[in-house]
């Protein structure tokens, strides 16, 4: 005797459902699964100016590209459009830069961990980053006090630096950079109240 089971399968959205969302929420969209990103906190939005400041000036100074931040959209594919905290357009790959978003892969991309962010940031994410090809990847830990940078090799991330509290963070992409963790942590034991 053959038992019916009711089996649902979940749509993959599409950018088309997400880009028609319009809630004034922001989401992400991961495989297909509309993802709600909550606000950052204040210790998250310190650390994004600080690491913008640096990251622009020096884009701005070498003629290197284009730096963007939320709200913009990353569409690497029909189920996957994320919006990083950081991320950088090469001027050798301008033409991915449309008005209403990004369409493929930027050449850098900075995520800053958040509790609710770290298992799409850490994994997700960073596997689509590494697929669609980001040539370098930075997370950046407020948790652990650290900055991991990833390079892309032949669509494999390998780690290239670890910085713990002090220190360089080395580019693979930008070597000329000159950034320490300190400039962007300037106090590990800041207490909130």
Do not use: C
């Amino acid at each position: 005797m053959f038992e019916l089971y009711n089996t649902t399968v979940q749509k993959k959205l599409t950018y088309s459902d997400y880009a028609a969302v319009d809630d004034g929420y922001r989401y992400e969209l991961i495989n297909g699964e509309l993802i709600m990103v909550p606000g950052p906190s204040s210790f998250h939005q310190r650390i994004n100016k600080k690491l913008l400041l640096i990251l622009d000036e020096f884009i701005e100074s070498n003629s290197l590209g284009e730096l963007f931040i939320p709200p913009m959209d990353v569409v690497l594919d029909d189920n996957n459009t994320f919006q990083p905290d950081i991320f950088i357009i090469l001027h050798e790959n301008i033409s991915k830069i449309k008005e209403n978003a990004i369409y493929g892969a930027p050449d850098f991309v900075v995520e800053i961990i958040s509790p609710s962010s770290v298992i799409n940031d850490r994994h997700k994410k960073k596997e689509l980053y590494e697929k669609f090809g980001v040539k370098e990847y930075w997370i950046v830990d407020i948790k652990n006090e650290t900055v991991e940078v990833f390079q892309n090799n032949n669509f494999h991330f390998e780690l290239f630096s670890y910085v713990y509290q002090k220190g360089k963070i080395l580019s693979n992409l930008f070597p000329e950079l000159d950034i320490t963790i300190e400039s962007i942590f300037p106090d590990f034991k800041l207490k909130l109240k």
